[in-house]
């Protein structure tokens, strides 16, 4: 905003000395207001600018808040999926699991009771308790992918950090009135 107040002075002062060059006299009945007029303008050049500078620093600030925004709604979105996974996952664990452990043991029955001549039956009863395996680890990744899972903490250099926030919050800061800087004030260690 104050840049758009300085720009505005200069217009101001550029019309008042092109006023001077030119010999223009503005004159109100037998008074010279050329100066009154000039000073008129500065002024509202200068408000005009820092208005205009003004809206231009909010619509970055909107900018950036409608990115958050639409970033959380992003992310609320996706965990919303990832609730709505894991209420299904954990449905088709209660309602497939049970059915599965009576299968599986049905088998195991009937492997233990098949006849030693008999080696297609007991190579189906087999056949089946693995496939009944290979579904509930299936049932379980997909448990376990629908669970959240915790941050993963990672080792971050400070200054980094403090230089990434520093730029996201600069404009913020701006708008109200201050500066952000960051002063490097270690003796050359990382």
Not at 54 to 59: L, M
């Amino acid at each position: 905003p104050w840049l758009g107040a300085g720009l505005g002075c200069l217009t101001g002062l550029f019309d008042y000395s092109l006023f001077s060059l030119l010999d223009v006299r503005m004159m109100a009945g037998d008074r010279e207001v050329t100066p009154l007029i000039a000073l008129f303008y500065g002024v509202s050049f200068a408000i005009g600018g820092w208005l205009v500078g003004r809206v231009a620093a909010q619509r970055v600030y909107i900018r950036r808040q409608l990115t958050a925004v639409a970033e959380a709604r992003a992310r609320a979105a996706q965990s919303e999926k990832l609730a709505t996974v894991g209420r299904l996952a954990a449905g088709v664990a209660h309602e497939v699991r049970n059915p599965l452990a009576v299968i599986k043991s049905s088998a195991a029955l009937l492997a233990e009771s098949v006849p030693p001549d008999d080696a297609g039956l007991a190579t189906a009863a087999t056949f089946i308790q693995e496939e009944v395996d290979r579904l509930d680890a299936f049932i379980s990744a997909l448990l376990d992918y629908s669970r959240p899972r915790p941050a993963e903490l990672q080792p971050a250099r400070a200054g980094r950090v403090l230089e990434r926030f520093t730029t996201l919050a600069r404009g913020d800061a701006e708008i109200r009135g201050v500066a952000l800087s960051l002063a490097d004030e270690s003796d050359g260690a990382e």
